[in-house]
T-cell receptor
Framework: NAGVTQTPKFQVLKTGQSMTLQCAQDMNHNSMYWYRQDPGMGLRLIYY???????DKGEVPNGYNVSRLNKREFSLRLESAAPSQTSVYFC?????????????FGEGSRLTVL | AQSVAQPEDQVNVAEGNPLTVKCTYSVSGNPYLFWYVQYPNRGLQFLLK??????LVKGSYGFEAEFNKSQTSFHLKKPSALVSDSALYFC??????????FGSGTRLSIRP
C-alpha cells in the first residue's frame, strides 16, 4: 500500500526557474495538504484542499500555486523559484478533513534553489 | 485564527524517567489537537489526537496526552522513556475548514 507518494524526492533549481511538485494518494482521502519544513520553523501550511475542486491558502502561500487535479492528486507549483523557497516540502492527506482526522504524510521533497 | 506554541526546542530525559513535551494552543471554537513524531529523513507519523471526550488520550508507543481546556494546553507524556523515543515531536491544532496548523517542534533526546 503506497499511501502518499511525492515526486521528485530531490531537486536543485536556479533562481527564476519553475517546477512542479507532484503528490498522489491512494487512500481515497478527501483532503490534501502541502507543508514546508524549515529548521526552527516547524511545519508551515502552504495550501490545502478540503475536497476535490477546492483549494485554500494556508500560512505561507506567496510564491506558490496549487492544483487539485482529481481526488488522488494535488500538485504544488513554483513559478519563479527564489532561494527563500529552499526547504523540504511535505504532502499530506486526510480522510475526514484535517480538523478531525489524522494526516498521512509523504516522505518529503528536498528542494534547493541556488 | 489558530496557532500552536511549543515552548521548548529540546527536551533531555534519562532512559526510564517520565517525559513531558509541552504544547499550548489558540483556536476559535472547539479545538482538535494532535501529536506527530518525525524520525530523521522521514515524514511525520500520527501519535494521538483529542477531538472530544476524556481529557487523557492514549496513543501509539505508550504515549499519552492531557487536554486542559482552562490552560489551553495539550502536553505529551510518557511514564518511562526509551532511547528509541528520541525524535522530533510536533503538536498540531485543527480548527474550521479542514485547516491544520503545526507548532515549531520539540526535539526529544533520551540518554541511556
Amino acid at each position: 500500500n503506497a499511501g502518499v507518494t511525492q515526486t521528485p524526492k530531490f531537486q536543485v533549481l536556479k533562481t527564476g526557474q519553475s517546477m512542479t511538485l507532484q503528490c498522489a494518494q491512494d487512500m481515497n482521502h478527501n483532503s490534501m495538504y502541502w507543508y514546508r519544513q524549515d529548521p526552527g520553523m516547524g511545519l508551515r501550511l502552504i495550501y490545502y484542499s478540503a475536497s476535490e475542486g477546492t483549494t485554500d491558502k494556508g500560512e505561507v502561500p506567496n510564491g506558490y500555486n496549487v492544483s487539485r487535479l482529481n481526488k488522488r492528486e494535488f500538485s504544488l507549483r513554483l513559478e519563479s523559484a527564489a532561494p527563500s523557497q529552499t526547504s523540504v516540502y511535505f504532502c499530506a492527506s486526510s480522510a475526514l478533513g484535517g480538523n478531525t482526522g489524522e494526516l498521512f504524510f509523504g516522505e518529503g521533497s528536498r528542494l534547493t534553489v541556488l | 485564527a489558530q496557532s500552536v506554541a511549543q515552548p521548548e526546542d529540546q527536551v533531555n530525559v534519562a532512559e526510564g524517567n517520565p517525559l513531558t513535551v509541552k504544547c499550548t494552543y489558540s483556536v476559535s471554537g472547539n479545538p482538535y489537537l494532535f501529536w506527530y513524531v518525525q524520525y530523521p529523513n522521514r515524514g511525520l507519523q500520527f501519535l494521538l489526537k483529542y477531538i472530544t471526550g476524556d481529557n487523557l488520550v492514549k496513543g501509539s508507543y505508550g504515549f499519552e496526552a492531557e487536554f486542559n481546556k482552562s490552560q489551553t494546553s495539550f502536553h505529551l507524556k510518557k511514564p518511562s522513556a526509551l532511547v528509541s523515543d528520541s525524535a522530533l515531536y510536533f503538536c498540531a491544532v485543527g480548527g474550521s475548514a479542514s485547516k491544520i496548523i503545526f507548532g515549531s517542534g520539540t526535539r526529544l533526546s533520551i540518554r541511556p
